[in-house]
């Protein structure tokens, strides 16, 4: 049963709620945020603020105080006129974007905190245009020099460049309606992510893009965008059979593709339940013929010990694999900035497991990082079998693809997946051509 709401929390609820409707109503076209920047302005005043617009149009709040080091981030310019909010129970609905977050950001400079804050321009690359029937269509409006988030990025060139206030912390609240960080292939988990791509939103869609390994400076969408005005001419990335044949109706053709493996999914319960014969025997050997220790918390220095202990044990050691090892090191780094959960096995006091793995949504779970020490029988599966125990209650999870490694995809075939998905790398004509 839920607690109900304080007196103090139903008004800050109900502050929100009338911020986001107050300025859900005011116009904001991308290029002319004006009358909304100045309402934001002199909200910052009140709240005793420095306030600054920089020569692009992004409104800054700046603040001195204890929290001044953290930014809070939202954008200014809606894809369509203002329009008056609807509410009905729980549920708000109407110009939301980005209104929830100019609210949510301005309730906490109304609870007293003190953090800075920027508001930029130009985030939204569509506009509605209304049609001859009265329904409306979103278009993608023309961009100087095709820039996207033209705002943000010439905020980040202030902020790393030219000004001497560097945040700590950066903090951004938008509001996508398409496009989650945890739907799809392995490579879109949060630390991948952070490591070797970017995301980026257009026409309210979440786009993620992934660096290319060996041309580092050609990023490829990871998975096929929903704008099929993005399919042309375009760089991709896990895309499926399905996507291909979607593609090809489209009369666009393949400059380039390559398949470069399997994605395996699993039904966690399988492991739960430990309904593989192979499977919960080799668990069982380990758990049976070894006095372990299962931690959650680990040195770093023993972890790194252990890692290049590993290292040196591999034969093949290609850029492939250097890269593998550097991307070890950054989720070592960003654990306690990106979270997720880790497990430590100890056998005779020495390190021989680690894992790291997170829950990406409500449907699936992902293996991140996973190193053993393959002289221990079963270590393997019973470090899977431990992982999948702490997410029982989510129904999927994926280890990513075999990543052109024989041993690996023999490994991730044996742990019987319920679903795999053929995955290319393409590059496509430009349509009609």
């Not at 001044?68 to 981030?73: A, M, P, Q, V, Y």
């Not at 509410?87 to 309730?107: A, N």
């Not at 490829?220 to 059979?241: C, F, G, Q, R, V």
């Not at 680990?298 to 790194?304: T, W």
């Amino acid at each position: 049963m839920e607690r109900p709401l304080d007196s103090r929390e139903k008004e800050k609820g109900n502050y929100v709620v009338e911020e986001i409707s107050h300025l859900s109503q005011m116009d904001s076209f991308s290029t002319k945020e004006q009358e909304l920047r100045e309402y934001l302005k002199k909200k910052g005043l009140e709240f005793g603020l420095e306030t600054r617009v920089d020569d692009k149009g992004n409104l800054w709040f700046l603040s001195d105080k204890p929290g001044g080091e953290i930014l809070l981030c939202s954008h200014l310019d809606k894809v369509g006129p203002g329009a008056k909010l609807e509410q009905g129970g729980d549920e708000i609905i109407g110009r939301l974007d980005d209104t929830v977050g100019l609210g949510i950001i301005l309730s906490v400079f109304k609870d007293g905190y003190s953090p800075s804050a920027l508001f930029t321009v130009e985030e939204e690359s569509g506009q509605e245009v209304l049609q001859e029937d009265g329904s409306t269509l979103i278009v993608t409006r023309e961009l100087e020099g095709e820039i996207h988030n033209a705002g943000a990025r010439f905020a980040t060139d202030q902020m790393f460049e030219e000004l001497p206030y560097k945040p700590k912390l950066i903090i951004t609240i938008d509001v996508s309606t398409s496009g989650k960080l945890g739907e799809g292939p392995f490579i879109v988990n949060p630390y991948w992510l952070a490591y070797n791509g970017y995301s980026e939103k257009f026409d309210r869609e979440l786009l993620l893009y992934d660096r290319d390994i060996v041309f580092r400076n050609d990023f490829a969408y990871i998975s096929l965008p929903k704008n099929k005005e993005l399919w042309s001419a375009a760089i991709m990335t896990h895309l499926t059979d399905e996507d291909l044949s979607k593609i090809e109706k489209e009369g666009i053709g393949f400059r380039y593709k390559m398949s470069y493996g399997l994605e395996y999914q699993y039904l966690t319960r399988d492991f739960v339940e430990l309904k593989d014969h192979r499977f919960r025997k080799a668990a069982r050997r380990f758990e049976n013929k070894y006095k372990f220790k299962i931690k959650i918390n680990y040195s770093k220095k023993k972890i790194l010990d252990f890692l290049d202990e590993w290292e040196s044990q591999q034969k093949e050691k290609n850029f492939i694999f250097e890269m593998a090892k550097d991307f070890e090191r950054f989720c070592l780094n960003q654990y306690k900035k990106i979270g997720g959960k880790r497990l430590f096995i100890e056998v005779d006091g020495q390190l021989v497991a680690y894992c790291l793995f997170m829950k990406l949504n409500k449907n699936y779970w992902v293996g991140v990082e996973r190193k053993v020490n393959y002289k221990y029988e079963g270590l393997s599966r019973f470090l899977l079998y431990q992982e999948a125990l702490i997410f029982k209650n989510i129904p999927y999870f994926t280890l990513g693809s075999g990543a052109q490694d024989k041993g690996i995809e023999d490994y991730k075939k044996s742990l019987k997946p319920f679903k795999e998905d053929k995955l290319y790398y393409v590059i496509t004509e430009e349509k009609g051509k």
